[in-house]
């Protein structure tokens, strides 16, 4: 049994859930506590009693223990990625990239701790100097989603901490192991006072709820789906706590006719596919000019039958199973509503039923789709894609930002000027030029536009915008 993590001490429910492997439904990862708001209540007691004294800790004794955190995470990263795997599905290689990304971004804030500062300004008036600092916002709710269980807590809970703030962090229901593990290691090696660091696994209706509506709670950051997004956001305005959101996106890939055809081809499965498709910046509408789109579709064609799909501990899999039952029904929904709307399904689109009882489902290509299609304006989760024809670049540029999501964007193309034109217009919070539109770096800013994101940019020194309040101090220096 892993129990729930409050106050510093590992602490049962009442009820538990089950985690399974998604590339073997038999093969039970782990029995975990479930917990409620109760719990949830009495780890908000604990942040909100443990954070005058954790927020006085010097930054550097708050980055020594960021350190230990992030090198043990390195040192165990065979280890949890394979537990990664088997509880998500993600691929092995995949799934270890993920925890060494983790580690390096509880390391990166841990320089961020020491960097972390204020300025002077000389007033306007005289005899007058001005101080701009920052201080911990407070008790942080950090609510994550299944389809990174290590990276995205990572990415909230070490700029959290390392600003001074204590935390409450629930993971989604879907995947405990990988947030148990991460407890753990906070547990054994970060040294932080009780109270500090906070675990509540257990469905959102109870522990998320309890989260967002306590005045105790001074933020919530929040990765999901955009309905929960909306209700968050609305909760925490009335009650006027800071809120972040990370909500999905339908992110297109533009790609020109004079584009390196290999190049874009290799980008595009990269993005569409890889992870499974379930990845919020995922490739999922292929806007493609009218002069290379016959070829582009031929290549996709082949390169999509080509990926094997299998366990994801099997080192020869490409693409490994989805996350759930309730993500693989989903998924074959939106394949049945686009054959019957008229698509062409180009290849894949079929659950396969291997050696091993899974979630295993053939990625699926379409072409002759519409932008206005459902398949292209929701997001599916999935590996799912779609070929959209352009009449020219400013016809894509326009296919492109019509969507109610802004996450990220890309472009394949061998023009300067057309990546720059894309780069500037591209309605999107990140832009990829040559590279598939998942896939980023944890010392910048991550976060979107429009439906994709609410509020400051997760990741890099952005992150204490969200993370700090600012005040500003004026001081009479000279005798009146």
């Keep these: 049994m892993h129990d729930n993590y409050i106050n ?38 604990a942040a909100n009693d443990a954070l005058e004294a954790w927020s006085a800790w010097t930054s550097e004794a708050r980055a020594d223990a960021l350190d ?30 993920e925890v060494t990304r983790a580690g390096r971004v509880f390391k990166f804030f841990a320089g961020e701790a020491i ?91 109870k522990v998320g709820n309890a989260l967002v509506t306590s005045q105790k709670v001074s933020a919530i950051t929040f990765t999901g789906s955009s309905a929960t997004g909306m209700n968050i956001a609305a909760e925490c305005a009335a009650r006027g706590a800071k809120f972040q959101l990370e909500m999905g996106g339908k992110n297109p890939l533009v790609v020109l006719d004079d584009a390196d055809l290999e190049l874009a081809v290799s980008t ?52 490994g199973p989805v996350a759930s039952q309730a993500q693989l029904d989903q998924d074959l929904r939106y394949i049945d509503e686009a054959k019957q709307a008229g698509c062409r ?17 053939t990625p699926a290509l379409f072409s002759q789709t519409r ?15 779609t070929v959209i024809k352009a ?33 500037r217009h591209s309605s999107a919070g990140m832009v990829m030029v040559n590279l598939p539109t998942a896939g980023v770096d944890y010392h910048v800013p991550f976060g979107g536009r429009k439906g994709s994101s609410y509020g400051p940019r997760e990741q890099g020194s952005y992150a204490k915008e969200f993370f700090t309040n600012v005040k500003t101090s004026y001081t009479l220096s000279q005798g009146v």
């Design 8 to 45: 510093g001490e590992w602490v049962g429910a009442g009820e538990t859930k089950r985690n399974l492997n998604p590339s073997d439904t038999r093969d039970v990862v782990g029995e975990y506590a479930s917990g409620d708001a109760v719990q949830a209540r009495q780890a908000i007691d």
């Design 68 to 97: 230990r955190i992030g090198d043990r995470i390195l040192a165990d990263k065979e280890r949890l990625g394979e537990m990664l795997a088997r509880e998500e599905g993600k691929v092995l290689a995949e799934s270890i990239g």
């Design 115 to 205: 960097r972390f500062g204020g300025e002077f300004i000389p007033s306007v008036r005289p005899g007058v100097s001005v101080e701009v600092s920052r201080e911990p916002v407070g008790v942080v709710g950090i609510i994550t989603p299944w389809n990174f269980p290590i990276a995205i807590p990572a990415w909230k809970i070490a700029p959290a901490l390392a600003y001074g703030n204590s935390v409450v962090f629930k993971p989604a229901d879907l995947v405990p192991g990988c947030a148990w593990a991460l407890a753990s290691i906070i547990d054994e090696v970060g040294g932080l006072p009780k109270g500090v660091f906070n675990l509540v696994m257990g469905p959102g209706s």
């Design 268 to 319: 595009a499965i990269n993005g569409a596919f890889f992870s499974t498709g379930q990845r919020c910046t995922s490739s999922s509408r292929l806007i493609v000019e009218k002069g290379i789109h016959d070829k582009f579709v031929e290549r996709m064609r082949e390169a999509t039958q080509a990926l094997k799909v299998g366990h994801a501990l099997n080192p020869k899999t490409d693409i």
């Design 345 to 361: 399904l180009e290849a894949g689109g079929e659950q396969l039923s291997l050696e091993t009882p899974g979630y295993y489902l």
């Design 371 to 385: 932008n206005e299609m459902p398949i292209n304006q929701e997001e599916v989760f999935g590996p799912v894609a």
């Design 391 to 423: 009449n020219d670049y400013e016809h894509a540029l326009e296919l492109a930002n019509d969507t109610v999501y802004g996450l990220s964007s890309g472009i394949c193309t061998q023009s300067l000027a057309r990546a720059a034109h894309f780069k």
